[in-house]
């Protein structure tokens, strides 16, 4: 009997509320972690890059051969020619440490995300585009919309369009995969015991290569997402991601 | 203080002691297994811990990828200059006939070996891919003694755990654990490409680890030190210890 009188007193010191979180506590918890770790990937890639900023096809390359292109950017290396007259200090110590930290926090994190997307079956609502979406008249019209920067209608503030659902689906399941593959294909070790890993990219130095280029993909996302969450309301958007709360009625002031 | 807190305090108790208790066996086991790596502490040693015991239970009797012949580099890059040291030039200038490789420490027979004592081994060649941890590789024929023979004819003693091998370049030496030091294609290297190893390879002995990256390849070998921790050897520079990724 005290039990439930002290459960009836702890609900009632909970204020009511009436509409869902737009965005569950895993969403968003979820959200952050990856967020500081694809900076800190960022980061320390691009550290590691600045000390070879050249790239290959197939399983070898170096200085000696020809690159499929290199970055026009001074490198970290005395041994590398950029055309620079100077070298930059060698980062790739704590970057290499940084970057495999983050990549564990990053995959942990994202294994956490896909089970209870999964289980409670966020995909299934949320991400997955209807089928009478998928047609190209519905395609076209959704994209003539954001080509012509209509702002979203009120309904867009408590789901996804076609759109946003293909490159959300495109970014959690092909392009992350893709960066942990090839990631992990250049590695010597998971080579040697999964050589499969590798060689469906056609060598180490392609498994390389497309692992920037998923770098490049990955950063254009992120800097259309922020430029979205601006056009849409950065306060209350950002507001949602982190308490889970969101007003509708107040995008667009 | 009400029932259910007090409920909640004490599940929350057993379950903060279950999780902790579980971490220290997981510790434990994780270190009788070879799964710690010496460079656990700090900031990223949990990263460092995990890439090191997942990669270790994963590849632990893999083979590094070997390659035909046609795939060998027409180019491969030498990097960094040669060995300055006078007793360097010296040793070059005689062809290196006086070059002696000392295996020493937690060994039965410490032994101190000649380039054509360790010729007269049983030699072992292999095309293996060499990656550095900047982005660059290539691809070669190296041809050596394995390194657990070695270990073998001198006897390590049962609580090694792991090999320090030394570069006559003061300064710089590296270290591997036992699954790496007994690999069959972890190399003492003296050989490349149908020739003896060019000094810009580390010639005329190179220790060479295909599961690691091209750092833990140290050029120039004249000493091994089998031992049970690395105390006495920090690693150089702030580079991580393991470098299969």
Redesign the interface.
Known sequence: M??AA??RS?ASAVPTTTTPPRHSAVVRVTHWITAVCFFALLVSGVE??I??P?FYWG???????PSLFKLPIPAS?P?VPTGYGFVLPDQ???S???H??????AVLTGLLYIVSGLVTRHFRKYLLPAGSDLTWRALSRVLANHLRFRPPGEAEAWSYNVLQRLTYLFVIFVLFPLMIWT??A??????????VT?TVFGG??SA?TIHFFGTVFLVLFLLVHILMVCRAGFRNRTRAMITGRARAQKEHP | M???SRRKLITTGLAATAGVSGLAVAARLADRYGLIPPDHGG??G???T??YAA?RL??RH????E?PRS?I?????A?GKPPQGEDFKRLQAAGFANWRLAVDGMVAHPASLSLAELRSHPSRSQIT?L?????????AEWIGVPLSHVLNVVGILPQAKYVVYFSIDRDWWDSVDMADALHPQTLLTYGMNGGALPVGHGGPLRLRV????GYKNVKYITRLTVTDSLKAFSPE????WYA??
Request: hydrophobic content about 45%; overall charge positive.
């Open positions: 005290a039990d002290a459960v702890l590691i890059v000390s070879h050249r399983e070898a390359g170096n200085v000696l051969t290396r041994s790739n110590g704590w290499r440490y940084l495999f930290q983050a990549a564990w926090v990631g992990l250049m590695s010597p070790a998971i080579a040697s015991a999964f050589p590798v180490q130095q390389r | 009400s029932n259910v900031f990223y949990p990263g460092e995990l890439t990669q994963l590849t893999s083979l590094a990828r390659f795939q580099s027409a180019r491969p890059f990097n891919h990656a550095c941890e900047e982005g660059w590789s290539f691809i295909p599961r690691q990256l520079g702030d580079y991580a299969g990724i």
